[in-house]
């Protein structure tokens, strides 16, 4: 089986390397696994896509992804210009950077209740809470987790710790785990 | 395609999960292999492959002297001075950087130097584009350097490694080039085995040795280098005294390629347990396919992923990954090609005015044969431009729906494009 996963972010949110940290994690968990970026005109803030596959199967595909098992929005203000739930396929998840009303969230996304399952969680303020800035990319993947695991904690930790010097990675994962509790399906 | 082995010498468990992207795998080849000179410059999607090579030099991890240079020009000039002194040299390059060696990519060539160069396969300027396709790589096939071509990352590294093995062989003694994708490899992390460092040097014999030659002036044989206390002369003038001989020899040692591709794909297979078809050639479901699809790089697997599809569904489809594109393995792929229906050929470059640069070889390779398959040129993927499965499929079933009619309108197709 494999699963797709597009994430959606905003140049400097990190997008390409919560990919990377995801298919990383699930490549330690013995999965085969491919990351790659969608570069653009590639400036900080430009809207910008990156992608995840996760397989039990070595991956043939060496192509972009148009239908997404999981999408995942680092940044709410993308739902306004963005179409994040193209191609996402029949009963897919959404995981947004998200704290406020549920309703109006749907109407952004332009779906119906029961379409898909969404999950949110406050990514910006416990980025800015734990490592004093907006980057949201690592507690995303802690929402992601609570909605779908898809790889271990113990993976994801050792993926931080291989990629960022400890301390980055310790702030991290307690970002991580922080998103993950407050995540919920809404 | 990999296939598994049973017993290799190193088995799974003893080599290294890395999940990098094909630059840094290319950077850990050519760590592993002993490398004694780096010389290159930046350009994108190449310049991780340097950047992280450039991280080991500065960790102190290589012994390699790394010479950052003020252009690619100098870059390949420096690798054959130093490949002349006979250090084993390594650069990397993409799309103009490549343009801007072509002067020096002949000369390492002619003068028979077993340099390795990866390039990041990106289309050429203008407009400028930053992303993947091969006429970077078909600009230097005239040159005499040797052509592979890889499809994912871990094929990244493991022919980084076997390219070295292949051009320093005294049969070969020719550079190699190893291909891999812009962006859709160079940028895309995948999980992949690397093998113990002493393995690798093991398997390439260590450091570089330098062939032995007789020179009239020297009592013994000389190692063929440049060396004060030996001295010896590499490309002097040579007018149409000795000129054309000597394009012999260099016509002469691409015949012997394919025969060290293949030792080398399999002594690695028995190492690692991974090979890549025969090292020349990757066939897939051609035995009694009707429609059979050539293609090069990391598009093969997603035609693959098709080809399973279509096989599902009962389809008679095959196709056929060349790995290796200098020098062209023309009988061995036409007597694959020759009995199917139709063959579609896959480019990722054209050459203006004529069809995409591996349909002209394999036009050459079936013209001879008197039962032969229809063929059509399919040009795809120009800067960048994505090749996704329902566009292959959609190939295919034109290809089936030819075979179907027996005969074909329009042998030069785009694939992908706006009308």
Redesign the interface.
């Known amino acids: 089986m494999m699963i797709e996963v597009r994430w959606h972010g905003r140049g400097g949110q990190g997008a390409w390397t919560a990919?990377?940290l995801l298919?990383?994690a699930a490549?330690?968990d013995g999965?085969?696994?491919?990351?790659?970026?969608a570069?653009g005109p590639e400036r900080s803030g430009a809207p910008i896509l990156a992608f995840t596959r996760i397989s039990d199967e070595?991956?043939?595909?060496?192509?972009?992804v148009?239908e997404p098992d999981i999408v995942i929005v680092l940044d709410p203000t993308l739902l306004k210009n963005v179409p994040v739930t193209e191609g996402l396929k029949k009963n897919g998840l959404i995981v947004v950077n998200y704290e406020g009303d549920t309703e109006k969230l749907y109407k952004m996304l332009g779906i119906k209740k029961g379409e898909y399952r969404v999950y949110t969680t406050p990514a910006t303020r416990l980025a800015l809470e734990i490592l004093k800035r907006p980057i949201t990319n690592t507690a995303m993947i802690g929402a992601l987790l609570k909605a779908e695991k898809l790889v271990s904690f113990e993976s994801i930790e050792k993926?931080l710790y291989e990629r960022f010097p400890k301390p980055i990675a310790e702030k991290n994962l307690g970002l991580i785990k922080q998103a993950y509790e407050l995540a919920r399906e809404v | 395609m990999?296939e598994a082995v049973k017993t290799p010498h190193i088995p799974l468990e003893k080599q290294k999960?890395l999940?990098v992207?094909g630059d840094e795998a290319v950077a850990w080849a050519a760590k592993q292999s002993l490398v004694d000179v780096v010389a290159a410059y930046p350009i994108t999607p190449q310049t991780i492959i340097v950047e992280k090579f450039s991280e080991f030099v500065a960790n102190g991890e290589v012994h390699t002297e790394f010479v950052p240079v003020e252009s690619e020009h100098s870059a390949m000039s420096a690798c054959v001075g130093a490949a002349a002194a006979g250090a084993r040299a390594f650069t990397a390059t993409a799309a103009n950087g490549l343009a801007l060696m072509w002067e020096i990519l002949y000369i390492a060539a002619s003068l028979r130097l077993p340099i390795v160069l990866a390039v990041a396969n990106r289309a050429l300027s203008a407009p400028i584009n930053?992303?993947c396709d091969h006429s970077d790589a078909m600009g230097m096939r005239d040159a005499g350097w040797v052509q592979l071509f890889v499809?994912?990352v871990q094929e990244a590294y493991d022919t980084t490694i076997q390219a070295f093995k292949i051009a320093e062989d005294e049969r070969v003694l020719l550079p190699v080039a190893v291909n891999l994708?812009g962006?859709?490899?160079s940028?895309?992390?995948?999980?992949i085995h690397i093998l113990p460092d002493e393995a690798v040097h093991e398997f390439l014999g260590g450091y570089r040795k330098v062939p032995k030659v007789k020179v009239d002036y020297f009592d013994e044989e000389v190692p063929l280098m440049l060396n004060p206390a030996r001295p010896l002369s590499f490309g002097p003038l040579d007018l149409y005294d000795y000129y054309f001989e000597h394009k012999m020899h260099q016509v002469e040692a691409m015949k012997r390629v394919p025969e060290v591709v293949r030792e080398v794909n399999e002594k690695w297979y028995e190492l690692t347990g991974r090979k890549y078809g025969d090292g020349v050639l990757v066939p897939y479901e051609v035995e009694d396919a009707d429609v059979i699809v050539t293609v090069l790089g990391?598009?093969g697997?997603?035609v693959?992923?098709i080809v399973?599809k279509l096989r599902r569904e009962g389809k008679k489809v095959g196709m056929v990954r060349i790995r290796m594109f200098r020098p062209f393995p023309h009988k061995e792929l036409a007597e694959i090609l020759k009995n199917a229906k139709v063959v579609g050929v896959m480019d990722r470059a054209i050459s203006f005015g004529s069809y995409g640069p591996s349909f002209l070889e394999i036009n050459t390779a079936l013209y001879d044969y008197k039962e032969k398959p229809l063929l059509v040129n399919y040009v795809y993927g120009l800067g960048g431009r994505?090749?996704?499965?329902?566009l292959l499929e959609k190939m295919f079933h034109e290809l089936l729906s030819d075979a179907e009619k027996g005969f074909v309108e329009k042998k030069l197709r785009f694939l992908g494009v706006r009308e």
């Open positions: 990919a990377n298919a990383m490549a330690i999965k085969h696994v491919q990351s790659f970026p570069f070595p991956i043939d595909l060496h192509s972009m148009y993926a | 990999t999960l999940t992207n930053i992303h499809e994912n994708d962006f859709f490899l940028h895309t992390l995948e999980n990391s598009t697997g997603t693959r992923h399973k994505d090749a996704p499965p329902e």
